[in-house]
């Protein structure tokens, strides 16, 4: 994977990575779809690659509500390529 197309923010307990590499070859665009229809619609597509259409900042403070819509949705409808790592706290 080339580090350089690799496009990523946090959310508020994770991080969201997007490799764009994938992106120009996707015809379905499906994760914009799913942030507008199952999340907080935070997503857009610029030169045939999904970015933020808030900051980044905005996006950590709770602009991303971390639905998991766009992973989902990429993985059976694009290119399997978003990774979602939010870290689990278990209680024990
Ligand atoms: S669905 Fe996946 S491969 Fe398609 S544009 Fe979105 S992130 Fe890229
Ligand atoms: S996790 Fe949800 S709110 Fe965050 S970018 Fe993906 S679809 Fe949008």
Same mark, same amino acid.
Not at 2 to 23: K, M
Not at 67 to 75: A, D, G, I, M
């Given at each position: 994977?080339?580090? !350089?197309?690799?496009?990523?923010?946090? #959310?508020?307990?994770? %991080?969201?990575?997007?490799?764009? !590499?994938?992106? +120009?070859?996707?015809?379905?665009?499906?994760?914009? &779809?799913?942030? &507008?229809?199952? *999340?907080? *619609?935070?997503?857009?597509?610029?030169? *045939? @690659?999904?970015? +933020? #259409?808030?900051? %980044?900042?905005?996006?950590? &403070?709770? *602009?991303?509500?971390?639905? +998991? #819509?766009?992973?989902?949705?990429?993985?059976? @409808?694009?290119?399997?390529?978003?990774?979602? !790592?939010?870290?689990?706290?278990?209680?024990?």
């Amino acid at each position: 994977m080339n580090r !350089d197309t690799l496009y990523e923010f946090n #959310s508020r307990t994770g %991080r969201i990575t997007i490799n764009h !590499d994938e992106c +120009l070859a996707c015809e379905s665009h499906a994760c914009v &779809k799913a942030c &507008k229809q199952y *999340g907080s *619609g935070i997503l857009k597509i610029e030169s *045939g @690659k999904p970015i +933020l #259409s808030i900051t %980044r900042e905005e996006a950590e &403070k709770g *602009g991303c509500v971390e639905c +998991l #819509s766009c992973e989902y949705e990429c993985w059976f @409808k694009g290119r399997k390529a978003i990774v979602i !790592d939010l870290p689990l706290t278990i209680n024990l």
